[in-house]
């Protein structure tokens, strides 16, 4: 279990996944149930367990339409959909997947003078931790 | 007269402080207050500080007597250690002139030993003002802001100190301080004085006299009508008694300490609703008569009993800081078009 | 200056061994205001307490410190025995020098040294002490009852068969509330019309029992034992006395399309009304929103009809007072309303229904005759779904954080009468858990699986969609098969949460009661006082308290009536002098006691003030009703004047307590 | 708007809708604005002011004010507004019996301010927008009027008005102040640090009870520190801890019913900070409870007499933020 | 050899009656040692405590002040501890913002049950009081000997 990922996924969400009762309306109400390995009820369960690199290996994440359905409808506040999309950006954010690395830059600067400083910057606040 | 360059004015501390205790007006937290000097500590430009001299001799509060309390015994202790000689140095002209004043409440019999006691030890060293504001009136009273009273009188120009003794205790001190010091002439002195009158001359309190409250007016202040609404906002705090160096009201308190009994004495004020408070009550039951009580004391009763002498030095600490702006000036204004 | 006695008990060896008990008398002898100090065995015993009594008459004493055990042990027991030499019981402070001091120490050095100081502080307090009377309340000898369901006819009848007249305040035209819409009850499966109607019955024919039907409290004065009510009894336009309830009027009447109320507006019933046809009192009413003679003058059809002459259109309002000695809480609840929970769509569809609706559905004198049809076409459904939690555990701001308590079990029943009458019925139940604690509740439950072969799914529904014909789509989520469901149904029904009953509020104000903040009632201790309010004379009865189910109803409202009775029984209230009171002479009105005190125990006047320059003030000022104050003293924090000061614990007295305590 | 009012007065007091006109009146200087009572329409013309030197805080004399016969007119700046209503939700005057004006403030100063730039001799000030010239015996000064406000003023919570029966002028809005700034500067500072700060500044104290007195949160029949039988009577500070215990305990009990009007801070003849005193339970107040304004409406329930079940636990203050 | 930790503070309790008082008792009964540095004054609940009676007990030569109630909803009156738990946070709050040591007030919930938790509760409270020596900045001299 990686504490880390699963810190960074509930802060990045906000969500509490121990609010949950286990009732599973989410999943009832969630129109890409039958598309998923791991429904919304699952997820924040496994959130909970700390099992984010499963999920973040699951094409589950993707099905999500982030209609936020489940979060309209949960009884208890715990918005499964913001999990959701916080562990695909957890995917993004892997370090190691990095579309750019600082050694790049020189090289990247030289090709285009005009690129904007922010794109770096916005860049490097993204792809690194 | 003696002079020392201001470059030296802490060496000149440093001398007197050397065996007695020095007070110097200097900056406390923003505010000017008499301190007690140490080295380094600087003395203030303000014109004055918000608590008079008046502090060193009657302090706000203080010990009376002491019993020590046993099971069932008790024992009277009197607190009283002899009390150091110190220096309260800096003060202005209409501070030094509240002694005079204090002296005719404290020094006549039955004398008040604890103040008597500290007049004894204390010496006072004069500050001639060059630099008065707006809510200065010393000059109402006689008093010469160039020219002070005091044990010994110093004046402040641009680079020197000068001083002068004007009594024995004050000459005792310039004795010792003699040899930092170099004697010198009063042209100095006497050009600042010259300036310093010809701006008294333009405070817009320069005409302001209480003349009329000479005389046999008593009754007549005292039934004006005008006491209502000169009193109407009058909060009833303490504060122009306690800044005021001739207010000179007490109050006798018990403090159980827990193995005895304090009593001390603190300022009170006329202001207060407990003020005089009596088993029988208060002789003054609204803020209008306590009111009444604190301007017809400084102007009118005080003079009655005293020579013609107003309890009032126009030192102006009312002026700024009364809350709501109400002070003895106005009162003062205002109750004359009645006489 | 108090003339004191210290009395130092050794507790045989329980305070000895480890405190000098010598010391502590020899040292306390010379404290201030002691005059006799001795030690002695066991100061609890006979010949101790004579030892005490013997003092007291023979030094005068004002007072007695008694350095002992815990005051929580023998305060009232030494009480007593000064009081019966003449000193006021509470001229007498104890020091606790056994449970926290020679229990605990084992340095007798120190500890002596503690029970010093401890006797030091009882003794700095005993100088402050003044005498004090506990006061005396008359009693009221009658009771009443807010609200008329089960647990408000329960609580009113075991309080008439004590002996004591009881008012039932009931604001509906009829008594019978909730229950009288049921049509069975869990888990023995009998009518609830069978066995409520006896009990309705028995208070009309009651004559200790008077019921106020169609009518509100409107104001409560007063407090434990002398409360004044304001009950309003709306005008019904029909005379109660003349009216012999025949039901003439109800089937001449032309407004025939009002909603029916009972019947959850699944029927409609005329413009004067007699509920349902066993209402107590069986007297009809007119609704004055339909009625077309009250709303234009047109019609007096009823008038006409009726033989006994009752109906009487110019009938007004009327206000009654009445006193009273205690007063029952027994407001009940209601569904709550489902318009924020669209995912059901029960605003939408005829036949997705809540369970109350269900009730009335399958009840014999509901609309259907007891036939299950579906509301929108009357046919018979073949796939029922049932939701449970709808609104309950519900976080999110839609529904109710708590737990119903009572659906699990209901829809077991429903589940399993249809199962029973329909078997050709699919019945799905979807639960988040079952909850069925309670005798034969689970095995009940079980029943309906087991024996009638409802289907029970461990998930959520998440979306109702009806379909064009007819059909209502049901999605859900299978959870232990990990699946989504999608189900036709015939019908929905919606286990929807409950709530108290709208009007408990205002009451609550009114009676100086404190609700928690899903507005149910608070009781005085949540386990040992259960059917009380913190409000001395104000008890709760069934739902209003939290939710429950029919036997717990009962059996609270049982209790309530015993602790009434109990209350009513007492000759006179005997009043706990150690009580907060003002000095109105430097009472602000400020109102910040009044906003902290649980028990309202605290008024204001306005009264008139000599100043000191002899004019005259009024002012508004605090008064605190000694009957009704129980002396928590939080008042006397909140007052910034210090004018609210509480007996027996006043500000100097504990004061005292901490200089005795921290001098040396 | 000081002739607008004026003529709004004299209105008042001719159509008989109110009997007294509760204002500020000129002084000897230009600084020195003393509250009065008007009754006539001379007294208003004559002496009647409203400059940027009317401080005062006027609500607390209704205390006083309608204890007597008759209707009173009172101008209200906005953050006197919110006493006015403190005063009104702990019942402390007779709302008909009074007729509230709310009156634009553009901020405050005072001489103490004005002074405190180095100015003395002041003979006269003018105000031109915000640009204010003192001219004193010595010199003449220009200022931005920001530059010589009140700190309060600088720290402005409110330009609205929660109270009036009309209004002169256009109502502000409530503002974004910073006004817990300096609290939160203390917070930061080690605990010896602030202890220093608290013990420099509350050993100035005098106990002249100005800040007591001109507070209208403190409107107490009898107020405890003059009242022998409270245990905690005091006439003077005669120990620091007396100094430490007067101001603790004042600010006690004005929490939760402090508006922060800053009268306290303003009056005090030694500058002492004490609105810093007031602000520390307003700011905790509205960290530990919930934003709360005293006196933002009638009748609200002030922190101190209220709760939640959910409340945090004292030990709260172990573990915050800080040192 | 000098004792160590001669220095013994000065700790007052207020104790509800219903809870903490009874809790205290508790402890004796069990037999539960804590130092003897710990004086009671019982009062009937917490939100009786003025801080004023806080204050004092500083002022007349206390180390350490601790408030002992009912649990929160378990208050005999209901509500009272509610109350006084927003008091001594606030109270707490400012002598900590005055540099007063924050360790030197606590409050604690014990219930009559609890006598376990009263005496561990004194035994640590007495221990950090008595690590910050004597109450230097709250004190009034003249009550000292």
Redesign the interface.
Known sequence: MNNNLKEQVLRMSGVNPLKCMRCGKCSATCPSYDEMEYHPHQIVYMVEKGEIEKLMASPSIYKCLSCFACVERCPRDVEPAKLVEAIRLAVIRQQGQNHLKAKDIPDLIEADPDLPQQALVTAFRKYTK | MLKISLSKIQDLFAAIAADEALYIPADNAGQPQFMRWQEGLAMTDALNTVRSAKDFFFPQTENLVSFKIQGKSIEIVDPRTETEDFVVFGVRACDVRSFSILDRVFLVDPKDTYYENRRKHGTLVSMACSRPAETCFCHTFGIDAAEPEGDAVCWKTEDSLYIRANTEKGEKLLEKLRPMMEECGDEAVKAQQEKTHEILGKLPLNNFTTEKFDGDVLLKVFNSDKWKSLSEACLGCGTCTFVCPTCQCYDIRDFDTGHGVQRFRCWDSCMYSDFTLMASGNPRTSQLERFRQRFMHKLVYFPANNDGIYGCVGCGRCLSKCPISMNIVKVAKCLEGEL | MQKIGVFVCWCGSNIAATVDVQAVSDTLAKEPGVVYATNYQYMCSESGQNLIKDAIKQYGLTGVVICSCSPRMHEATFRKAVASVGLNPYMLEVANIREQCSWIHKDKALATEKAITLGRAAIAKVQLNAPLQAGESPVVKRALVIGGGIAGIQTALDIAEAGFEVDIVEKQPTIGGKMAQIDKTFPTLDCAACILTPKMVECSQNDKVHIYSYSEVTSVKGFVGNFTVSIKKKARYVAENKCTGCGECTTKCPMKNVPNEFNLGLDNRRAIYIPFAQAVPKVATIDPNYCNMLKNGKCGLCAKVCTAGAIDYKQQDQVIEERYGAIVVATGYNPIKLDKFEEFDYSLSKDVVTSLELERLMNAAGPTGGTLLRPSDGTHPHTIVFVQCVGSRDTSGCGKPYCSKICCMYTAKHAMLIREKYPDTEVYVFYIDVRTPGKNFDEFYRRAVEQYGVHYIKGMVGKVAPRADGKIMVQASDLLANEQLHIEADMVVLAAAIEPDKSARPLATMLTASMDTNDFFTEAHPKLRPVESPTAGIFLSGVCQGPKDIPETVSQASAAAAKVIGLLVTAKLTTNPCVAHCNELMCNGCSSCERVCPYGAITYVEKEFRMPDRTTQLRRVASVNPAVCQGCGACTVACPSGAMDLNGFSNSQIMAEVDAICQK | MQGMMIARAKELLQNGTVNRVLGWQT???V???????FETAEELDEKFVYNAFCG?NLSK?LVKET?KDGKILVFLKPCDTYSFNQLL????FDREKVYAIGIPCDGKTS??MV?SKGL????GIDEDGDNITVH???EDKTFNRDEILEERCRTCKSKKHVAYDELIGEDGEVLDSHRFDM?AK??AMT???????????LS?C?????C???CPAC??????F??P????AQ????????E??FH??R?????GRCTDCG?CS??C???IPLHL?NR??IK??DE??GDYQAGAEVGS?????????E????????HREGK | MPEVNAYKPKIVAFCCNWCSYAGADLAGTNRLNYPADVKIIRVPCSCRVNPMFILRAFQRGADGVILCGCHPGDCHYTTGNYYARRRMTLLFSMLDYLGIEKERTRVEWVSAAEGAKFAATMNDFVSTVAALGENKRLEDLRCKE
Not at chain 4, 191 to 201: I, N, T, V
Request: charged share 25%; net charge negative.
């Open positions: 002084g000897e200087f600084y020195d604005i003393t509250p009065a009572v005062n004399y204890k939700t702990e019942h402390r001489g103490e002074k003395s001799g002041i003979t004193t015996i010595y609290v203390l917070e605990p010896d640090e602030r202890f220093a700060f608290w013990r420099s500044q100035k005098i106990r002249c009870n100005a007591r007195n001109v409107t107490c029949e009898k107020c405890v003059d009242n039988a409270s245990g905690i006439k003077a500070a005669a120990d620091s801890f007396e430490n215990m603790i305990i600010a006690f009990h004005v929490a009268e303003r009056v003849p030694q500058n005193l520390k339970f905790d107040i530990l409870y329930r002030a922190p101190l007499v209220n709760y939640t079940a409340d945090v636990e004292p030990s709260i203050v172990y």
